[in-house]
């Protein structure tokens, strides 16, 4: 595998369940990202993940919860969502250095369908 | 804080045409500009970047752009349209240093059709 790969590609989900998106980088990067980008809507960021701790959770609601195991893979759990949360749920790396300004990776995405 | 924006959130060329997409940015520190391409229900791909040094960038898939400071733009060009270039561009700015500079800014998008 190379870059960066999701899975699930797709998922379906009722509003009671817990599932999680798993996402690994084969890059060597020292960040992860998780962004959600809905229809309409511009890409919004959720969580960062700087060395393995979360840097930064843009107000997102808790029934998104996030782990970073290591440096190279990056979960979203999910449990009770609404049907507003159906989106494409997209994972991203980077190599971050004090030098700063250095491009994301993205992975395919999972597209995530709430009934 | 640092904006961006995208002029035209759908732009429509010919086949073989020039393709011209804008993108403005707003920065307090000295900006490293992207641009990324979406394809349907697929990840983002960088297409190019802009760090330092010279301010015409070349990039895959025949495109440019041009980092123009005294105007804050990032435009991007391709002299001649293909249609497979069909999809959705991105322009994102991030800090040249210190503070979060780990963060993309992204713009709201431009969806790209090129028509045979």
């Known amino acids: 595998e190379t870059g960066v790969t999701q899975t699930p590609r797709h998922l379906v989900m009722g509003m009671t369940n817990k599932k999680s998106l798993k996402c690994e980088q084969h890059?060597?990067?020292?960040?992860m990202y998780w962004y959600k980008q809905s229809a309409k809507k511009p890409l919004e960021l959720m969580f960062v993940?700087?060395?393995?701790?979360?840097?930064e959770n843009n107000s997102v609601p808790s029934r998104f919860s996030p782990e970073c195991p290591n440096s190279s893979h990056l979960f979203l759990h999910l449990h009770t969502l609404q049907p507003e949360d159906s989106a494409l749920y997209l994972c991203?790396?980077?190599?971050?250095?004090?030098?700063?300004?250095?491009?994301?990776?993205f992975g395919p995405g999972t597209r995530l369908t709430v009934t | 804080a640092q904006s961006v924006t995208q002029l035209g959130s759908h732009v429509s060329v010919s086949e073989g045409a020039l393709v011209l997409l804008r993108c403005n940015y707003s920065?307090?520190?000295?900006?490293?500009l992207f641009w990324y391409v979406q394809y349907p229900n697929q990840g983002l791909q960088l297409l190019l970047k802009?760090?330092?040094?010279?301010?015409l960038v070349k990039g895959i898939n025949g495109f440019e752009a041009e980092f123009k400071k005294s105007e804050t733009s990032f435009h991007l060009t391709k002299p001649s349209a293909h249609m497979s270039d069909a999809a959705e561009y991105f322009c994102?700015?991030?800090?040249?240093?210190?503070?979060?500079?780990?963060?993309?800014?992204f713009g709201k998008g431009t969806l790209l059709t090129v028509n045979p």
């Open positions: 993940y700087s060395l393995e701790e979360r840097v």
């Open positions: 994102a700015v991030s800090g040249g240093g210190g503070g979060s500079n780990y963060k993309l800014t």
């Open positions: 890059l060597g990067h020292n960040a």
């Open positions: 920065s307090s520190v000295p900006p490293y």
């Open positions: 802009y760090t330092t040094g010279a301010t």
């Open positions: 991203a790396s980077s190599q971050v250095t004090s030098g700063g300004g250095y491009e994301q990776y």
